[in-house]
């Protein structure tokens, strides 16, 4: 009943699209050291649910691609300052990226819940 209300719907979406952006960064992060690593993100929520990608997931480089030919949930090079080992990731970048993760994370669970209370006072059940 919940999936197919859009609101619910978009939530869902922007749960599944900060955990795995979530996971990006927590990669980031193990790599802080590496030489030679780029640092990567996910593209802005906005642009993947616009994109519809909320649905399907690719599972390797090519596979339920996009009209760009990209799905839309594939890491991207992230843009930063390269150190001199040639690693672009900065863990105060990372640190940032994280709450802003975590943030729209809570967010899209408030709004889960909300939506759920909504229908279980219309329907006459309480918690």
Known sequence: MFEKLDLT??????????????????????????PGYKAQDLPPFDKV????GEGMRST????IAGPGGEAPMQPQRAPGREAPNGNTVSLEGEMVKSVEVRQSHE?????YRATSDVI???LGRSR
Do not use: K
Request: net charge positive; charged share 15%.
């Open 9 to 34: 719907r978009m939530a869902q979406a922007l749960a599944a699209h900060s955990g795995a952006r979530m996971g990006v960064i927590a990669q980031n992060v193990a790599h802080a050291d590496t």
């Open 107 to 111: 967010m899209a669970l408030a709004v």
């Open 49 to 52: 649910f616009a994109e519809g």
């Open 120 to 122: 279980r006072a219309s």
């Open 60 to 63: 390797r480089p090519g596979h």
